[in-house]
T-cell receptor
Framework: EPEVTQTPSHQVTQMGQEVILRCVPISNHLYFYWYRQILGQKVEFLVSFYNNEISEKSEIFDDQFSVERPDGSNFTLKIRSTKLEDSAMYFC?????????????FGEGSRLTVL | KNEVEQSPQNLTAQEGEFITINCSYSVGISALHWLQQHPGGGIVSLFMLSSGKKKHGRLIATINIQEKHSSLHITASHPRDSAVYICAVRWAGNQFYFGTGTSLTVIP
């Protein structure tokens, strides 16, 4: 069964360092998302991406964050200068379509720990 | 403010029991997702609903658009059903808003 894959599964970094989280969405999907979940809290939307551009982003997704689909298969989330509060599980998701039938398929998550 | 509320927050059941988890939302939605989060953190989609009822194995999801409410039922619960169950809704736009989840523990 097709699945969304994410790497790395866990990354530890020093505050101020740049981090890139990688995702390979399901191949025929068109919509891509990043979500995050701070430990003990609910999942929060960061950004959605369609047709090689950001379609929506939340207040969390400030100038420190960027997304890219560099080669038609990978979908990356970059955090330019990490802060302690960026420590969270980051989930990539994809969906085939935007309409009401656009079921989300999630990756296993990348746990980011900022020291 | 658009809100998603789940109840109960925590639920402990004996194996074999019928379980109901509820989700209420404040304004009309275009879609509702029921998700399962495993202890390791991974998230799996269970159902996507915009109306009516869906069934998959021992899981049943219903939605009442007029009452702005959805329920997830688990029949003949099993310890492997132990997980956090999350309701997520989509209003206008393309993003889902998540509830805080219901932590289910099924005891053998």
């Amino acid at each position: 069964e097709p699945e969304v894959t994410q790497t790395p599964s866990h990354q530890v970094t020093q505050m101020g360092q740049e981090v890139i989280l990688r995702c390979v969405p399901i191949s025929n999907h068109l919509y891509f998302y990043w979500y995050r979940q701070i430990l003990g809290q609910k999942v929060e939307f960061l950004v959605s991406f369609y047709n090689n551009e950001i379609s929506e982003k939340s207040e969390i997704f400030d100038d420190q964050f960027s997304v890219e689909r560099p080669d038609g298969s990978n979908f990356t989330l970059k955090i330019r200068s990490t802060k302690l509060e960026d420590s969270a599980m980051y989930f990539c998701a994809s969906s085939e379509e935007r309409a009401n039938t656009g079921e989300l398929f999630f990756g296993e998550g990348s746990r980011l720990t900022v020291l | 403010k658009n809100e998603v509320e789940q109840s109960p927050q925590n639920l402990t059941a004996q194996e074999g029991e019928f379980i109901t988890i509820n989700c209420s939302y404040s304004v009309g939605i275009s879609a509702l997702h029921w998700l399962q989060q495993h202890p390791g953190g991974g998230i799996v989609s269970l159902f996507m609903l915009s109306s009516g009822k869906k069934k998959h194995g021992r899981l049943i999801a219903t939605i009442n658009i007029q009452e702005k409410h959805s329920s997830l039922h688990i029949t003949a619960s099993h310890p492997r059903d132990s997980a956090v169950y999350i309701c997520a809704v989509r209003w206008a736009g393309n993003q889902f808003y998540f509830g805080t989840g219901t932590s289910l523990t099924v005891i053998p």
